[in-house]
């Protein structure tokens, strides 16, 4: 995430650049409306930008110092912290494409959603290693899950 901002934020500044040094010869015709509505787009990729940098660097941080506590509880310390997890699929349509997203939702005792990105042919294969990891979590989707994962967050907190 940290290279998408820095990303976000070099574009930011090379729209600052060409939008406002006078290198587009168009931008000196435009009017006031203009120019604030490319202000706006700058401040807000900026915005962006930073923001994703400063998440990434925190959670970065947090890592390095042993505070992050999905990385401590696959880390190995017995720590269960992940209660429930299972599949989540997204089906997607573009034109005549049709492909499919497999996540995997981890959800934490302190109702925080970490999401892993896999194959599909790997999703059981992660399933066994959570399942070592975190052997008292609630696996797979239904309401009553859910509703049974929302009491067990309330008990803990």
Known sequence: M???????????????????????????????????????????????GILMLVISIRTSSKIRQGKHPLINALSGNGDPYILWYYEHVTHVKSGPAKNTAHNIWLLGRD???????????????????????????????????????????KANN
């Open 2 to 48: 940290g290279i998408i901002g820095f990303f976000i934020l070099a574009f930011a500044v090379l729209m600052a650049w060409i939008f406002f040094s006078g290198v587009d010869s168009e931008s000196e015709g435009m009017g006031t409306g203009g120019k604030i509505t490319g202000l706006i787009f700058v401040l807000l990729f900026v915005f962006v």
């Open 111 to 153: 109702k925080k959603q970490y999401t892993i990105n896999v194959k599909k042919g790997k999703v059981e294969e992660a399933f066994d290693y959570l399942a070592t990891k975190f052997p008292n979590a609630m696996v797979g989707y239904s309401k009553e899950m859910e509703a049974a994962y929302n009491e067990q967050v």
